[in-house]
């Protein structure tokens, strides 16, 4: 099969079933966590190391919120199994880049692979995600070209693939749909403190041999758990 028609056939499988990558990535965290220590041996500064992973994961969720918010119909979502696009969008985030949800993917997990403060996880983290996302972006790509032809390749000409080209900026022309953001993003905003507090009650067991959490992560997991049964619920009877 030529080099092509086998990044495309990838790409696709890797897009229909991309939703399992975390478990490919916390297959790589999980056993750093047994040599976790405190940044710099202090529980204080480590706490502040762990707000700004925190942060670095809020921001790329945040640049999905911004990009989903303001996406036209069919083109911009979550848990898609095969693609689709109505329109190509070209405004907004996909005005200063072809990927953005994908730039926010990463910094979330960014976020997290940072939590060990091991510098090989996070590059290991990078490496996995370059080569899972570059097939998958190639596979929606392809689609894109097939489906919108010369007005997709005159977009891409003047769009950087990943790494924002804010000149380029223009406004969104969809409005922006809390309702949309919130049917679509609620099991992210939970899954990013989940998995941070899963990682600090391992840490402080490695640390200190017994089970503990601090009462910053116990706060902001209740407020996810609340969000996310609260989002799922009025899903579910289609209130939102």
Same mark, same amino acid.
């Given at each position: 099969?030529?080099?092509?028609?086998?990044?495309?056939?990838?790409?696709?499988?890797?897009? *229909?079933? *991309?939703?399992?990558?975390?478990?490919?990535?916390?297959?790589?965290?999980?056993?750093?966590?047994?040599?976790?220590?405190?940044?710099?041996?202090?529980?204080?500064?480590?706490?502040?190391?762990?707000?700004?992973?925190?942060?670095?994961?809020?921001?790329?969720?945040?640049?999905?919120?911004?990009?989903i918010g303001h996406a036209p119909a069919a083109t911009s979502g979550r848990n898609i199994r095969k693609q689709k696009a109505a329109v190509l969008n070209t405004t907004g985030?996909?005005?200063?880049? *072809?990927?953005?949800?994908?730039?926010?993917?990463?910094f979330i997990w960014m976020g997290i692979s940072m939590f060990v403060h091991l510098w090989w996880v996070s590059a290991l983290f990078i490496l996995v995600f370059w080569i899972y996302y570059e097939r998958i972006m190639f596979a929606e790509e392809e689609f894109l070209r097939?489906?919108?032809?010369?007005?997709?390749? =005159?977009? =891409?000409?003047?769009?950087?693939?990943?790494?924002?080209?804010?000149?380029?900026?223009?406004?969104?022309?969809?409005?922006?749909?809390? *309702?949309?953001?919130?049917?679509?993003?609620?099991?992210?905003?939970?899954?990013?403190? =989940?998995?941070?507090t899963g990682l600090e009650i391992i840490g402080d067991f490695v640390v200190k041999g017994r089970l503990n959490l601090d009462l910053m992560w116990i706060i902001l997991f209740s407020i996810g758990l609340i969000t996310y049964v609260t989002l799922r619920t009025l899903k579910k009877t289609s209130i939102i």
């Open positions: 099969m030529p080099l092509k028609e086998e990044f495309e056939k990838c790409g696709d499988w890797l897009f *229909r079933w *991309r939703s399992y990558l975390p478990l490919i990535l916390m297959g790589i965290i999980l056993p750093a966590m047994g040599r976790y220590n405190y940044f710099g041996n202090s529980h204080f500064w480590d706490l502040i190391w762990e707000v700004i992973c925190l942060s670095i994961s809020f921001m790329g969720l945040a640049i999905r919120i911004y990009t985030m996909y005005s200063i880049m *072809r990927h953005p949800l994908y730039l926010g993917n990463f097939e489906k919108f032809g010369e007005t997709f390749e =005159a977009w =891409a000409s003047r769009t950087p693939a990943f790494l924002p080209r804010f000149k380029n900026w223009q406004p969104p022309e969809s409005p922006f749909s809390l *309702r949309k953001v919130l049917r679509k993003e609620y099991s992210g905003f939970f899954a990013i403190i =989940a998995s941070f």
